[in-house]
């Protein structure tokens, strides 16, 4: 399973062209965001970067991924945003009701 973990080493390793400067970005250890970029071409079957001297080069794969990989975590900042703006009251539904014959308000 595919997991925003391995989608944001993903784009700092594909945004960078090194895992060492990925790490550094990201806060990581080099070999976490190794593990997880392993761990994502695993669970696709696929290679998604070649490894060229210290750096890495995304493959037709890696770039065709890219697009999707940041379209799920702008969603998931955005789902974020979206629940902070609710906890927060800045946006949502407030509801008001009378009890009893509205007339009798109306009058008042």
Known sequence: MLSVHQLTCFLAAYEHGSLTRAAEHLGYAQPSVSEQIRALEKTLGVELFRRVGRGVVPTTVGDTLRPYAEKVLASIDEARQAVQSVKSFETGTIRFGMFGI???????
């Open 102 to 108: 509205a007339r009798l308000y109306a009058g008042a």
